[in-house]
């Protein structure tokens, strides 16, 4: 289960968005620490747009110190330290799903801070591992709903088990093997200088076909197009 922890947030609209960034992802859990703004009213209710119930089954808590009922407490933070500064010592946000899968931890939950200058140290300290989103250095600091949607994304990539293009079916061997056939039957009704020449049009196309890794339909499309060519 993944808790999205948000301290401290002095936005409504952002924290709509922050639900609708959940929700996207399969995520439903929220905890809001000591809000500065309303989740409840019209701005955070039309941000969320169909993740409202996010919004409304959300828990406020005074302090982060429940923190610790979780298995495993990721932060987030877009300041990194030095190798002198240990609180501030990150992973990248994209090792997360890695990590997830090396803790094999069912809980855990992931802490944001405030919009203006994120989480404190002390607030640091009470987590287990700090994550950074990669960003460009001359603008680095991320929309509040923008950094929930990355890291829920790489969170779903262990947590979330559907797969949104599972119903395309893959080709088999036999239908790869006539997309060969069809291949060599295309070229050898075309005309070549040179051996040499045919038979790079040939691993050209087969090379670029599979590298696109086609699903059955394409690949079945494609083979009635090779065999048009007379």
């Known amino acids: 289960m993944v808790t999205v922890i948000l301290v401290e947030p002095q936005n409504s609209g ?6 609708r960034a959940m929700n996207n ?11 500065k703004a309303d989740h409840l009213n019209k701005e ?3 941000r969320s747009c169909h993740a409202k119930n996010v919004l409304k ?5 005074k302090k982060l110190d429940f923190i610790k009922d979780f298995e495993l407490s990721i932060a987030t933070t877009g300041v990194i330290g030095t190798n002198y500064n240990i609180l501030r010592t990150s ?10 899968k090396e803790s094999k931890k069912k809980n855990v939950a992931f802490i944001f801070g405030r919009e203006d200058h994120g989480l404190k140290n002390e607030e640091l300290e009470l987590t287990d591992i700090v994550v950074t989103i990669p960003t460009n250095k001359e603008n680095p600091a991320l929309n509040l709903s923008h950094a929930v949607s990355i890291v829920s994304y790489e969170a ?12 395309f079916t893959e080709p088999t061997g036999k239908e790869k093997e006539v997309l060969d056939k069809t291949i060599n039957d295309a070229l050898n009704n075309l005309e070549f200088t040179t051996d040499t020449k045919r038979n790079t049009a040939y691993k050209a196309l087969k090379r ?3 590298k696109a890794a086609p699903s059955k339909r394409e690949l079945i499309a494609l083979i009635g ?3 048009k060519v007379k």
């Open 14 to 19: 952002n924290i709509g968005a922050v639900a």
């Open 57 to 61: 089954e959300a828990k406020v808590e």
């Open 44 to 46: 955070a209710l039309d």
């Open 225 to 227: 197009l090779f065999k």
């Open 91 to 100: 992973i990248s946000s994209v090792d997360i799903a890695k990590r997830l």
């Open 25 to 35: 992802f399969g995520f439903g859990n929220l905890i809001l620490v000591n809000p």
């Open 156 to 167: 779903s990539k262990v947590f979330q088990k559907d797969d949104i293009i599972s119903h």
């Open 208 to 210: 670029v076909i599979l």
